[in-house]
C-alpha cells in the first residue's frame, strides 16, 4: 500500500503587492512585525502541516522573499510558484490590454508542477483561526477519493465575518444535513444593517435578509489532486467562451468550478464549521479591529508574544 503524503498548505498570495501598493504596505498586526499571514502559518504548523507553496507573481519575488518568504523558511518548507497571465492552454493567447490576473482557479493551476497529493488552500490576506487549519489537515490526513472526489471546505458564519465598514463578497453555502455542501452561491455585496446582514444585487435598490446561521466560503479549500485534473481539463472550455465575452475580466473561479463538480456528482465537499471569527483588512479601517483581536489572542496565551522566537 502507498504511503499516504502529508497535507500541504497552499498560500494564494499573487495579489498582494497590487492590493497594497507594494508588500511594505501591508501592514503589521502586532508589535513585533508580524502580518496575518504569519499567523495562519503558524497555526498551520501547529496543525501538522510541514510544507507551504506560495502562489506569487514573479514582479513580487523579490520583496515577498524578504519580508515574507525567507522568515518562513526557518520554520516550514516552503515553496514558490508563479501566476503570470501567459501561463495559458495551448493555441490561447492573452487578449491585448488584459492586465487582471486569471482568478483562483488559474491559481491552483499554476501548482500541478508541485503538488501530488492531498493541499489546503487559502488567502494570503485573511486570518482563519486555529480550529480551522486543525480540521482541515485532520480531514485531508484521512481522506481518499472513492467513486467522488472527496473534498472539504471551512465554513465560517457569515455574521463572524462581516465588517462595520462597508460591503463584502461571500460565497453563501447551502449545507445538506449529512454536512455535504449543495450549492455555492457568490454574494459580491453584503453589507450589515443594524444587527442584521443584508444582500443585494441591483445596487442597493432592494435588500434580502440573511439569517443568523447563513455559513460562508472564506475560500479555506481542501482538496485531493484531483481537483488539478479538473481545472486543467475545464480551463480551456472557459477560455472559449469567456474570451468571446469578457476578454479582458473574465476570472477562473475556485468555487465555480467545484460547484460545477458538484452538480456533476463527481466530487463532494464536507464542510468543516468553524466557531471562529475570521478576520481580514478589506477596508483600511478594519485593522485597528485585527490588531486588537490580536492582542486578546496573546493575552489569552492563544500566541506567544514573540510569534516564531
Not at 462595520?164 to 455542501?181: I, K
Not at 446561521?213 to 481542501?222: A, C, I, P, R
Amino acid at each position: 500500500m502507498e504511503m499516504k503524503k502529508k497535507p500541504v498548505l497552499v498560500i494564494m498570495a499573487a495579489g498582494m503587492g497590487s492590493r497594497y501598493g507594494g508588500l511594505k504596505q501591508i501592514d503589521p498586526v502586532d508589535a513585533h512585525g508580524n502580518k496575518i499571514i504569519d499567523f495562519s502559518i503558524y497555526d498551520a504548523v501547529e496543525a501538522g502541516f510541514e510544507k507551504v507553496v506560495f502562489i506569487i507573481k514573479k514582479a513580487i519575488e523579490k520583496e515577498f522573499k524578504e519580508h515574507i518568504g525567507d522568515r518562513m523558511a526557518a520554520h516550514v518548507k516552503v515553496e514558490y510558484v508563479y501566476q503570470e497571465l501567459f501561463k495559458l492552454p495551448d493555441g490561447f493567447e492573452v487578449p491585448d490590454g488584459r492586465v487582471k490576473p486569471w482568478g483562483t482557479g488559474h491559481a491552483i493551476l499554476c501548482c500541478e508542477e508541485v503538488i501530488d497529493g492531498p493541499f489546503a488552500v487559502i488567502n494570503a490576506d485573511d486570518y482563519y483561526g486555529k480550529s480551522a487549519f486543525q480540521s482541515v489537515f485532520n480531514f485531508l490526513s484521512q481522506v481518499q477519493d472513492g467513486n467522488k472526489y472527496q473534498f472539504s471546505m471551512v465554513g465560517y458564519k457569515l455574521y463572524n465575518t462581516l465588517t462595520e465598514n462597508g460591503h463584502v463578497a461571500r460565497g453563501v453555502c447551502t449545507v445538506s444535513e449529512h454536512g455535504l455542501l449543495t450549492d455555492i452561491c457568490e454574494r459580491t455585496r453584503i453589507e450589515k444593517h443594524g444587527e442584521k446582514a443584508e444582500f443585494t444585487e441591483d445596487d442597493g435598490a432592494t435588500w434580502t435578509g440573511l439569517s443568523e446561521d447563513t455559513l460562508v466560503s472564506m475560500n479555506l479549500w481542501g482538496f485531493t489532486s484531483s481537483i488539478l485534473t479538473e481545472l486543467k481539463e475545464r480551463f480551456p472550455v472557459f477560455l472559449n467562451k469567456e474570451l468571446k465575452e469578457n476578454p479582458l475580466k473574465c476570472e477562473y473561479f475556485l468555487p465555480f468550478v467545484v460547484d460545477e463538480l458538484l452538480k456533476e456528482e463527481k466530487a463532494e465537499v464536507t464542510v468543516l464549521k468553524s466557531t471562529d471569527r475570521w478576520y481580514g483588512v478589506t477596508y483600511q479601517e478594519d485593522k485597528k479591529t485585527v490588531v486588537d483581536a490580536i492582542a486578546g489572542f496573546k493575552a489569552a496565551g492563544l500566541y506567544p508574544e514573540k510569534l516564531w522566537d
